[in-house]
């Protein structure tokens, strides 16, 4: 019995031809922003989804990341007896990536979706096509200040989600190991730089703007109905995901690889 592979050739095309136009999208961001057009009056609505929105979510997932982290690097380090370190082990492995990865993976879920959602129905229902009659560029209308409002958020955000981990983490040393709040601290200012606080901007900056194109160009490129416009949501989360993921390894071999004489 043959088995008709075609529907699934014709998906994977189309997968690859959506993500292809992200990349485009994103140059045509970059050509718009260097001309200075946008709706800068639409980036405060947007900013708020960006960040007081999804603040709540971001500091309770820290706070918890924060206080696993630390027990379980502890009750390694007891072993050695130097569980009094377990300060500089968050800083380097949460701060640096945990707490960038956590924030962003949340932003994408809530914030990410949402914008493909929200331009994937006003896709299906032509409402983009009315902004073309109005002579109204829709990524100026619609994209542009979505990006702008994920890129200023997205490190304030992570910001925020350290400290939620770092006082996570102080409470879970003081209540489990007996490790005072201030030894903690101390062990994590002794290994958090000046330039880990910069690398985390820089990777708010980077992920807002990979979560904000991903999510607007999955949905300009919704055809359909209300089921396909589920779909775009839930794939450019998922995109949105691997990007990030991917994006993270690479700015680790660029900031943290150490050539080997």
Same mark, same amino acid.
């Given at each position: 019995? !043959? #088995?008709?592979? =075609?529907?699934?050739?014709?998906?994977? =095309?189309?997968?690859?031809?959506?993500?292809?136009?992200?990349?485009?999208?994103?140059?045509?961001?970059?050509?718009?922003?260097?001309?200075?057009?946008?709706?800068?009056? @639409?980036?405060?609505?947007?900013?708020?989804?960006?960040? *007081?929105?999804?603040?709540?979510?971001?500091?309770? #997932?820290?706070?918890?990341?924060?206080? &696993?982290?630390?027990?379980?690097?502890?009750?390694?380090? #007891?072993?050695?007896?130097?569980?009094?370190?377990?300060?500089?082990?968050?800083?380097?492995?949460?701060?640096?990536?945990?707490?960038? &990865?956590?924030?962003?993976?949340?932003? %994408?879920?809530? #914030?990410?979706? %949402?914008?493909? !959602?929200?331009?994937?129905?006003?896709?299906?229902?032509?409402?983009?096509?009315?902004?073309?009659?109005?002579?109204?560029?829709?990524?100026?209308?619609?994209?542009? *200040?979505?990006?702008?409002?994920?890129?200023?958020?997205?490190?304030?955000?992570?910001?925020?989600?350290?400290?939620?981990?770092?006082?996570?983490?102080?409470?879970?040393?003081?209540?489990?190991?007996?490790?005072?709040?201030?030894?903690?601290?101390?062990?994590?200012?002794?290994?958090?730089?000046?330039?880990?606080?910069?690398?985390?901007?820089? @990777?708010?900056?980077?992920?807002?703007?990979?979560?904000?194109?991903? $999510?607007?160009?999955?949905?300009?490129?919704? @055809?359909?109905?209300?089921?396909?416009? $589920?779909?775009?949501?839930?794939?450019?989360?998922?995109?949105?995901?691997?990007?990030?993921?991917?994006?993270?390894?690479?700015? !680790?071999?660029?900031?943290?690889?150490?050539?080997?004489?």
């Amino acid at each position: 019995m !043959a #088995v008709n592979l =075609q529907p699934t050739k014709n998906l994977e =095309q189309l997968w690859i031809v959506r993500c292809l136009s992200t990349v485009l999208l994103f140059g045509q961001i970059s050509l718009h922003i260097l001309q200075g057009k946008t709706y800068y009056g @639409k980036v405060l609505g947007h900013t708020v989804t960006a960040g *007081p929105a999804s603040l709540p979510p971001v500091l309770l #997932v820290s706070g918890f990341a924060g206080m &696993i982290f630390t027990i379980q690097t502890a009750r390694e380090l #007891v072993r050695f007896g130097a569980v009094e370190n377990v300060g500089g082990a968050f800083a380097l492995a949460f701060c640096r990536e945990l707490a960038p &990865i956590l924030t962003a993976s949340i932003i %994408a879920g809530q #914030v990410g979706s %949402a914008f493909a !959602a929200e331009i994937g129905a006003m896709r299906v229902t032509e409402q983009i096509d009315a902004l073309y009659m109005l002579k109204t560029d829709p990524i100026d209308y619609l994209v542009l *200040p979505r990006v702008i409002a994920c890129c200023l958020m997205m490190p304030l955000m992570m910001i925020l989600a350290v400290i939620m981990g770092i006082t996570g983490g102080a409470f879970a040393a003081s209540y489990f190991y007996q490790v005072q709040p201030e030894t903690f601290l101390e062990s994590v200012r002794d290994f958090l730089t000046p330039s880990d606080v910069f690398i985390i901007l820089l @990777k708010g900056l980077i992920f807002g703007l990979i979560v904000a194109v991903n $999510g607007c160009s999955w949905g300009l490129t919704t @055809k359909g109905g209300a089921k396909e416009v $589920g779909e775009s949501a839930t794939t450019a989360v998922v995109t949105t995901w691997v990007a990030i993921f991917i994006m993270d390894f690479i700015l !680790a071999l660029i900031l943290f690889e150490k050539p080997i004489l």
